[in-house]
């Protein structure tokens, strides 16, 4: 099969700077902004890194998984603070779900007998 | 104490013990440019050496440990041992010069028979000592009074750490080696080491665990500091990050763990013009345990001696070395990727 014919292919993370060869004043902005909230500040660059890597977890975004992954190893974290911070990210996704049960509650007590 | 050690690459005959295989394998690798193309477009080619400041020498292969990213491929089962008389020809050179530091490594440095004789007669010379520290090695039966030898001599210590937790550290290093390296550091913080106001410096020396370059330098120095206060009470003065160059086991991990290829064209796309003027080659003499004379400790190991007629410590001629011009291959591009890398750590 055309490997162009999958969605995801991981040699495109390489090519994330290709988005600002059109409106490239839209592109400076966002990638200035995004260089800044990962500056060490009253969170650590690691701790930072634990978070976004936690968040392409729960966004389930491929390229970020794989950019964060690097990217916490490099700010110091291990593979155990990695797995913490993924388990925190499905704790939150599952609570998340679980949490709107109550919602189906309350919608199946106001139609039930 | 380092448990489960492999054997060295020489012990095991190892295809990539040659260095002349290790330069070939990296040769083989699809990448942009070579590292003289990278510096001539940086404007910096040929590369000079600036003022000698500081003599490394390596007193010998001899470790107690077998970490999987060694680029000595040290170990228990090395024989190589810098000899006395080397050692003497070594402090007739620094005699006849200006230079202020000597950094000592190994191996293990301290498991060479002359270490003690050889950091006594170079502090009898007034030269500020730097002892490349494994740790472990001080936890040692014979060794364990060498923190007390080091704080009386005053004998800044450069220990290596790879992460401040124990997963990472063992991983790289071997199982026990992270606690026995707090064990060593409890001790050398307790005759004043890392207190700030002693004067005894100890420096901790991270490489990546793994295919990827280091962090920020000051934002894990900060983490460090933090961390192993918290956990262990422990306190150091600096951190130094050193990428980890794809020779000799580095390089046979790269290779068996799929990473080679990516890893150093990951390193020729890191190339920062700006780390050239601080690269370790340009400042620091390098001395092999036989006395020959290399760039780095890098070039040492892959036999690259210095592109000069003093080939040896033995006919040391500083002015005719000043003239030279430093060796270079693709190993080089991972002392300039990123924020580039040195016995000092970051340059950049």
């Known amino acids: ?113 | 104490m380092a448990r489960g050690t492999l054997p060295s690459l020489a012990a095991r005959g190892a295809p990539l013990s040659s260095p002349a295989a290790q330069l070939a394998r990296l040769r083989a690798v699809p990448i942009d440019r070579e590292f003289p193309e990278a510096l001539t477009r940086a404007g910096r080619w040929p590369l000079r050496p600036s003022r000698l400041e500081i003599l490394q020498i390596n007193v010998g292969k001899v470790c107690n440990q077998t970490c999987r990213h060694c680029h000595v491929d040290a170990g228990p089962d090395r024989t190589e041992s810098m000899s006395r008389e080397t050692m003497e020809q070594c402090l007739r050179a620094l005699a006849g010069t200006e230079i202020a530091t000597v950094d000592l490594t190994g191996g293990a440095p301290e498991l060479n028979p002359h270490f003690r004789w050889l950091v006594e007669e170079l502090r009898g010379l007034g030269l500020h000592v730097m002892d490349r520290c494994n740790l472990t090695v001080l936890q040692t039966a014979p060794h364990r009074d060498l923190v007390d030898f080091f704080a009386r001599h005053r004998v800044e210590v450069v220990a290596s750490l790879p992460h401040v937790r124990a997963l990472g550290t063992d991983r790289q290093r071997g199982e026990g080696v992270y606690e026995a390296s707090i064990a060593a550091l409890k001790r050398l913080n307790a005759v004043g080491y890392g207190d700030g106001r002693s004067g005894l410096r100890l420096v901790l020396v991270t490489n990546p665990v793994g295919a990827f370059l280091p962090g920020n330098q000051a934002s894990l120095e900060a983490e460090w500091k933090r961390e192993l206060f918290r956990v262990h009470g422990i306190r150091f003065d600096a951190l130094y990050t050193l990428a980890n160059l794809p020779i000799s086991r580095f390089l046979e991990w790269l290779e068996t763990s799929g990473n080679l290829e990516s890893y150093l064209q990951h390193l020729v796309q890191a190339f920062n013009p700006a780390t050239v003027p601080g690269l370790m080659c340009r400042n620091t003499l390098s001395v092999g345990w036989d006395g020959r004379l290399y760039d780095c400790d890098f070039n040492q190991m892959l036999e690259l001696g210095v592109d000069s007629p003093v080939g040896h410590i033995a006919r040391f001629d500083l002015a005719a070395l000043e003239q030279r011009e430093v060796r270079v291959a693709r190993h080089c591009f991972g002392c300039t990727a990123g924020a580039g890398s040195s016995c000092g750590g970051a340059v950049t």
């Open chain 1, 1 to 113: 099969m055309d490997p162009r014919l999958h969605y995801f292919h991981c040699d495109d993370l390489q090519r994330f700077p290709e988005i600002g060869e059109n409106r490239g004043d839209l592109a400076k902005k966002f990638f200035d902004w995004y260089g800044a909230v990962f500056a060490d500040g009253a969170l650590s660059a690691r701790e930072k890194s634990l978070i976004a890597l936690a968040v392409a977890h729960a966004v389930q975004c491929p390229y970020c998984i794989e950019a964060y992954s690097t990217d916490a190893l490099r700010q110091g974290a291990d593979l155990d603070q990695m797995t913490e911070a993924v388990h925190v990210a499905a704790a939150i996704r599952g609570g998340s779900s679980l949490m709107h049960g109550v919602q189906m509650r309350n919608h199946a007590e106001r139609l039930g007998m």
